[in-house]
């Protein structure tokens, strides 16, 4: 079946730090693979997303590129913020499926 | 603006009582779907339904049901509560391969 592993937190950065996360994922077929954001307090919302092989997601500073031969889809970002304090989930949803599969999540603290 | 409405943020039962969570979406979407949200194990899928009066098992639905009796409308039963089903609990919509929208959460403590 498909599942989802990331890197485990929480993870505390200083303002203007570089942030990576790490995804990799095991699926059938050719699956397509998101980031979701949950800020405290609130329910998840889709930060970036990814369709096919070598394709690029990217918001509000954040990337992610979708590697098949690795099954990786890591996410980043070259400055981050206090704001960007969350917890990140990764998931990825089957072309023939309604469902997503989700990553554990990880908390992200960023410091001033 | 989209919204996934969770009708309770914060909920106390005790042991025993059936308990409904409900959710309301306002943009006519097919397809609605029941989370749990545990630390260290990410979200992990109750129930679905893609149609009114359709409902599918999702990995974890063992002591809960479900109910589309209207497609805006998507309710989650705990028949009989218990301590391991404290949790948070995520009620998202989408259309066809589009992205999830999530309602807020309902943090519910069995007692």
């Known amino acids: 079946g498909n599942s989802v592993t990331q890197m485990e937190g929480p993870v505390t950065l200083s303002e203007e730090a570089f942030l990576t996360i790490n995804c990799t994922y095991t699926a059938t077929g050719y699956p397509s693979l998101f980031w979701y954001v949950q800020y405290p307090g609130e329910g998840l919302q889709l930060l970036l997303k990814a369709t096919k092989a070598d394709d690029k997601g990217s918001n509000k500073g954040f990337e992610a590129t979708y590697r098949k031969e690795t099954t990786s889809f890591h996410l980043e970002k070259g400055s981050v913020q206090v704001s960007d304090s969350a917890v990140y989930f990764c998931a990825l949803s089957d072309v023939n499926d309604y469902k997503l599969s989700f990553g554990a999540g990880t908390t992200v603290t960023v410091r001033a | 603006d989209v919204k996934v409405t969770q009708s309770s943020r914060y909920l106390v039962k005790r042991t025993g009582e059936k308990v409904f969570l409900e959710c309301v979406q306002d943009?006519?979407?097919?397809?609605m779907f029941w989370y749990r949200q545990d630390p260290g194990l990410g979200l992990r899928l109750i129930y679905f339904s893609y149609d009114v009066k359709m409902k599918e098992k999702g990995d974890i639905p063992e002591g809960y049901s479900v109910s589309r009796e209207k497609k805006e409308r998507f309710s989650l039963i705990l028949e009989s509560a218990s301590t391991n089903q404290t949790s948070m609990y995520l009620c998202a919509s989408k259309e066809g391969n589009e992205k999830l929208f999530f309602g807020s959460g309902t943090q519910l403590s069995v007692l």
């Open positions: 943009m006519d979407h097919e397809n």
